[in-house]
T-cell receptor, first 112, second 112 residues
Framework: AQSVTQPDIHITVSEGASLELRCNYS??????LFWYVQSPGQGLQLLLK??????LVQGIKGFEAEFKRSQSSFNLRKPSVHWSDAAEYFC??????????FGAGTTVTVRA | DAGVIQSPRHEVTEMGQEVTLRCKPI?????LFWYRQTMMRGLELLIY????????DSGMPEDRFSAKMPNASFSTLKIQPSEPRDSAVYFC??????????FGPGTRLTVL
């Protein structure tokens, strides 16, 4: 069965600074990979996804993620964060059986 | 498309009462998922349906919980009788293919 690890529980970043959130997965084949964002009191919104092809994927809100098979990673990045990026971020992996395995989430705090 | 619709958005009830949560998936999606989110346990998959048929209900915590999907456009999650430890945010999500799940806004349940 697949699994996901998000090593950072909480990250604080200054507005305008770059952000990188780590995600490592465990799965025997090429997985489907996703990043979701959850703002307080809201549902999960899909930021971006990787199925195959180009390993650098672009998402909404200026986010991008890179799939690295050798490291079993799918890290999320943003060059310059905005105060509105403060939220909880979830990495998820799917294996084609309709289910997703979610990481525990990383809470991002943005300071002025 | 209106996205995944959940009702009610908030529910406050007393211990022992029956609670019914409702979900309308995105039209054309053939998979539907019910999740529960708490601070202690994070995001947990309760049950998922494919083509209106329950495929995996191993996440349903107890017999007090039941879920139905009578047709492709409607699903319910019922808790009877409810207990204070059932207090959580319950999310419904739907997917068309490749595990790409779209989440509803959630129902915040408080059991007193």
């Amino acid at each position: 069965a697949q699994s996901v690890t998000q090593p950072d529980i909480h990250i604080t970043v200054s507005e305008g600074a770059s952000l990188e959130l780590r995600c490592n997965y465990s799965y025997g084949a090429t997985p489907y990979l996703f990043w979701y964002v959850q703002s307080p009191g809201q549902g999960l919104q899909l930021l971006l996804k990787y199925f195959s092809g180009d390993t650098l994927v672009q998402g909404i809100k200026g986010f991008e993620a890179e799939f690295k098979r050798s490291q079993s990673s799918f890290n999320l990045r943003k060059p310059s964060v905005h105060w509105s990026d403060a939220a909880e971020y979830f990495c998820a992996v799917g294996a084609g059986d309709y289910k997703l395995s979610f990481g525990a989430g990383t809470t991002v705090t943005v300071r002025a | 498309d209106a996205g995944v619709i959940q009702s009610p958005r908030h529910e406050v009830t007393e211990m022992g009462q029956e609670v019914t949560l409702r979900c309308k998936p995105i039209s054309g999606h053939n998979s539907l998922f019910w999740y529960r989110q708490t601070m202690m346990r994070g995001l947990e998959l309760l049950i998922y349906f494919n083509n209106n048929v329950p495929i995996d209900d191993s996440g349903m915590p107890e017999d007090r919980f039941s879920a139905k999907m009578p047709n492709a456009s409607f699903s319910t999650l019922k808790i009877q009788p409810s207990e204070p430890r059932d207090s959580a945010v319950y999310f419904c999500a739907s997917a068309g293919d490749r595990n790409e799940q779209f989440f509803g806004p959630g129902t915040r349940l408080t059991v007193l």
